[in-house]
């Protein structure tokens, strides 16, 4: 356990290094920082932070910089969680007031503004199939042998596919499979749409199968597409410190362009609580380099995705997690 003022030396080194990105000395500390001690003290202080694991020194320097145990204790003990400025709060609350008609474009509204905010790169991930009930099926005949299908679910979510046919269909195939979707779908989960739902409908539909399937195979690929990320900001990644080194920058693209990565990433967690993973945390060996904060996005009680941040170890996280805090409130309506 740290005592008072290892922890106050802890924390300028950790801001002074989150606003520099250059390692810390005792001398920067002391001339900054109004600790009430000298550089000598905050010095002997360092030494004792990097025998217990808080701190690294780097070879080519006499500076301090925080290690991964260093910005975990940060994170749980020492950070200040209303670090956003009164512009700041106006501006989410302009973007975030903005007339929608579809939850995916609240979604996307609030990851582009978590990242125009936090100078991050943002990404989120739409309710999985499970957490979401189908409200209504419905079909639109667009041409003689063309189909609209439309699945509005609880959350808000609507999803659209367009089914072609080899044959003509007539209006009133249409009116069937909309009673018959609906009477067997309603309240259901997004999921139920599987292969063996095939089955039972093809059971009491009396007309060929050659309609039905084109309409499962369709509907099948459109809740599979669930799993949509949005992206913002990526560039803004490019402009740090840290993406200087080749291989940081490499593995960074390599990680936003790996679908499944991503999903495990913002998939993980607890329903309510912001998460915090900090470099070797992280499962993947990918991520070593990089710090993912995440919070679930969340509508009267309903499970609507996960938005996050990615970003370097020296991350801003008072910022970060002030900033999600705010959103989050905003997007439950408080």
Do not use: W
């Not at 309603?186 to 539909?205: N, Q, R, V």
């Not at 992206?231 to 490019?238: H, I, P, R, Y």
């Not at 402009?239 to 991503?262: G, Q, R, Y």
């Amino acid at each position: 356990m740290l005592d008072d003022r290892k922890k106050k030396i802890l924390q300028a080194i950790i801001d002074e290094y989150i606003n520099t990105a250059e390692p810390v000395s005792s001398g920067v500390i002391a001339e900054k920082y109004n600790l009430d001690c000298s550089s000598a003290t905050i010095r002997n202080e360092m030494v004792e932070l990097e025998k217990s694991g808080y701190l690294d020194k780097p070879h080519t320097s006499s500076g301090r910089v925080p290690s991964a145990q260093g910005y975990r204790f940060y994170v749980n003990e020492l950070i200040k969680e209303d670090n956003i400025s009164l512009e700041e709060i106006k501006y989410i609350q302009s973007k975030l007031e903005t007339k929608v008609n579809e939850i995916e474009e609240l979604t996307k509204i609030a990851t582009n503004t978590l990242s125009e905010v936090t100078h991050y790169t943002s990404v989120a991930v739409g309710p999985k199939a499970n957490l979401q009930n189908i409200e209504e099926v419905k079909f639109v005949l667009l041409g003689s042998r063309m189909l609209m299908a439309v699945i509005l679910t609880d959350t808000g979510i609507v999803k659209e596919t367009i089914i072609k046919f080899d044959e003509d269909i007539t209006e009133e195939q249409v009116n069937i499979l909309n009673n018959l979707f609906n009477s067997k779908l309603k309240g259901k989960p997004l999921e139920a749409i599987d292969k063996p739902l095939e089955e039972y409908i093809f059971s009491e539909m009396h007309q060929s199968l050659n309609v039905i399937k084109p309409v499962m195979l369709q509907l099948e690929r459109a809740i599979r597409e669930e799993d949509q990320l949005y992206l913002e900001g990526a560039n803004k990644s490019f402009e740090l410190p840290e993406f200087k080194s080749l291989e940081v920058a490499k593995n960074f693209i390599n990680l936003i362009d790996t679908k499944e990565v991503m999903l495990d990433l913002l998939n993980t967690g607890f329903a309510q609580d912001i998460n915090v993973y900090i470099g070797d945390e992280n499962e993947n060996e990918k991520l070593k380099d990089f710090s993912i904060i995440t919070f679930k996005h969340r509508y009267q009680d309903k499970d609507l995705g996960t938005i996050g941040i990615i970003g370097p170890k020296r991350m801003d996280y008072s910022k970060v997690i002030s900033v999600m805090k705010y959103i989050s409130k905003k997007l439950n309506g408080k």
